[in-house]
């Protein structure tokens, strides 16, 4: 029961990770420096409780004889994380949060299903079956409300008559803020690319679960689910450090710190 609480609870704070990334990514100008941000709080964070709360030694010999592949569980965090950031001003909160999780549902039972990654096997059954089948239907039903909106210019409950969520300005692209050539208004989920991010929604997700799948063979490895989440910071933050210093040209704070932000950013 406590682990089902504690699956909840995660679900519950991972859209709100979400908006508080995309407020980076518009501040700090890229997805990159949003989620270097993020993964470098993270990893202070549980540093801190794996110094604190042990065991020890940190990293255990036996540890060390394992799979190769778990200590790279950090690069689907990246992937999820930073996909989520730009998935955001362009599929709104509902889409972006139920897409990731159609995404986890579906990468879970295929995991349980081969037993891939060291899992136990767990065979597909109805009740299964049921549960995918109507998570696609949520979801489904979810989408067609959000492009009927859209059709039909109904009301929007974040805030915008045309069905998707309204972003602020700096966190929309220049093609985005561009208007057309030909003068006419456009609408981000009439475009077939709109089911192209959809689809990156649901491998988001996908790579969340097989981010999870790995975390529990190197939580158990370590002894410690901290620490787990540890190794998984340090090599996110490591990607992330090399993408924001070749392709962003650096990590600017100061436009962050001298704009006034709410400090939960």
């Known amino acids: 029961m406590l682990l089902a609480a504690l699956g909840v609870l995660t679900r519950i704070v991972t859209p709100l990770q979400t908006v508080v990334n995309a407020r980076l990514r518009g501040t700090l100008g890229t997805p990159f420096r949003a989620s270097l941000v993020s993964f470098t709080v ?3 964070a549980t540093t801190i409780a794996a110094l604190l709360l042990g065991p020890y030694p940190l990293v ?3 540890a060390l004889h394992g799979p190769w592949w778990m200590w790279f569980a950090g690069l689907f965090g990246v992937i999820f994380m930073t996909g989520n950031i730009l998935l955001l ?3 709104g909160s509902l889409q972006t949060v ?3 999780v159609l995404g986890q549902i579906t990468m879970g039972l295929l995991i349980d299903q081969f037993g891939w990654l060291g899992n136990p096997r767990h065979p597909m059954t109805m009740a299964r079956a049921a549960g995918l089948v109507l998570a696609v239907l949520g979801v489904l039903l979810a989408v067609a409300a959000a492009d009927a909106k859209t059709l039909f210019g109904g009301p929007n409950p974040f805030g915008s008559r045309h069905g998707a969520a309204r972003t602020p300005p700096a966190m929309l692209s220049a093609d985005t803020l561009r208007p057309p050539a030909d003068g006419r208004s456009t609408n981000r989920t009439r475009s077939p690319s709109i089911w192209l991010w959809r689809g990156l929604g649901i491998l988001c997700g996908m790579s969340l679960a097989v981010q999870a799948a790995m975390l529990g063979r190197l939580g158990t490895a370590l002894g410690s689910p901290i620490k787990a989440s540890v190794v998984s910071f ?3 933050f490591v990607l992330l450090c090399a993408v924001v210093v070749f392709r962003d040209h650096g990590l600017d704070l100061g ?3 001298r704009g006034h932000n709410p400090p939960w950013m």
């Open 234 to 236: 340090i090599l996110g």
């Open 60 to 62: 255990p010999e036996s």
């Open 42 to 44: 993270g990893l202070a």
């Open 98 to 100: 139920l897409m990731p």
């Open 255 to 257: 436009k962050a710190i």
């Open 89 to 91: 001003p362009r599929l």
